[in-house]
Structure formats: structure tokens, C-alpha cells
């Protein structure tokens, strides 16, 4: 290779300047760009309730379904093996342990938070164990508190609202003490958005 070629090849200093500039104005933006509103959320959710599947294909019920337990379930559910995998559609089921209300049989004792960590978008699951009972990400160590999907540790506590709320899914139950997902409005006022969070109600 001639050494006119070679230089072809490599980056000038002035264009690599140029290039960690262009990365810095970049970074320093990122903070302020909606990204809610680029995200891939359920947005095709039929506006409508549906039934919590739970992964054996039954559906929730508040008279059977265990205290202090979770379960991944999908929502909203294409019917599509592949597309029903997507992270965005993976929610934690959660009932409660007793001393947080987990022991009412009615929709009070239920939880039901989006899985994409609001940090980095690692999966987190709920740990039912004495001593953790909440929702712990294995990438960098953010944890949920299962009460409110607030975040209250590792690096999704430090950023601000609503980017420190899990999104959840609000639900109710029938005569039969049967659990159907609420229609979902999803905003960071009302459900959330998946991967961005949602205001916390008070």
C-alpha cells in the first residue's frame, strides 16, 4: 500500500476534533430530547380491558394466585410468538407480601410494573426473599420499591421524575375475583411510558 493510500485511510487530528465536538453538543442535548415520544412502546393496545395471562395460560385470580409471588406476563399480546418476546411488552405481575397489603383478596394486593429498567434497559425481576422483597436490575443494581415502582437505589434513584417510576399497568377484578388489565393511556401522567416512567400519583 502506497503511503498516499494510507493516509486516505486514517483520521486527520482536525477531523477527529471535530467529530469529540460534534459527540459533546450531542451529550450535552441528550437530556432534553423527548425521548418518550421515539421509544417502541405497546402503543397498539386495543382500548379496551383485558385478562392477565399468566405464563401457564390461566388467568389471574386473587383467590388463587400466591401472596408475595410474581410472574412475567405480556401485555399487550399480538398472538405472535416472536413479537410477544419483545422487552417492551414483558411486565412483572406482582401480589404483595402480607405485610404490604399482599393478604387482601381484592386488585389492591397487585402490582404490575413494566420490566425495562428505566437506567439502561436491562430486564429487573422481583425478589420475594426475606430481607429484599423488591424489584432488583442485575446490570447495574437499580431497585424498585413494589409498592409504587419507585426507584430507590442504584443509578435510576438518581434521575428525576418521571424517569424514576416504572410504568404500571392498572388493573381490575370481576364477580368471579378474575384480573383484567385496565385500558392503558400511555403517558407519563397516567400508565407511563416504557423505558422513559411516569409521573408517581400521590
Known sequence: ?????????????RDFLKLLGAAGVGLTFTPFV????????????????????????????TKTFPTNHSEVITYPSTGDPVLDQ????KWQFIRLPPELGGDKNDVSAF???????????????????EGRKRGECPCHGSMYNPLNGKAFAGPASLQA??????????????????????????????????GYGRFLKT
Open 34 to 61: 423527548p425521548w418518550g415520544k421515539f421509544m417502541p412502546n405497546p402503543s397498539n393496545a386495543a382500548l379496551e380491558r383485558v385478562q392477565v395471562i399468566l405464563p401457564d395460560g390461566t388467568q389471574a385470580n
Open 161 to 194: 421524575a418521571p424517569s424514576n417510576v416504572l410504568p404500571t399497568l392498572y388493573l381490575e377484578a370481576d364477580n368471579d375475583a378474575n384480573l383484567w388489565i385496565k385500558p392503558a393511556v400511555w403517558n407519563v401522567n397516567e400508565n407511563g411510558i416504557v
Open 86 to 89: 419483545e422487552a417492551f411488552r
Open 1 to 13: 500500500m502506497s503511503e498516499q493510500d494510507s493516509a486516505k485511510g486514517t483520521l486527520s487530528r
Open 111 to 129: 402490582r404490575v410494573y413494566s420490566m425495562v429498567c428505566l437506567h439502561l434497559w436491562c430486564l429487573w425481576k422481583y425478589w420475594p426473599q
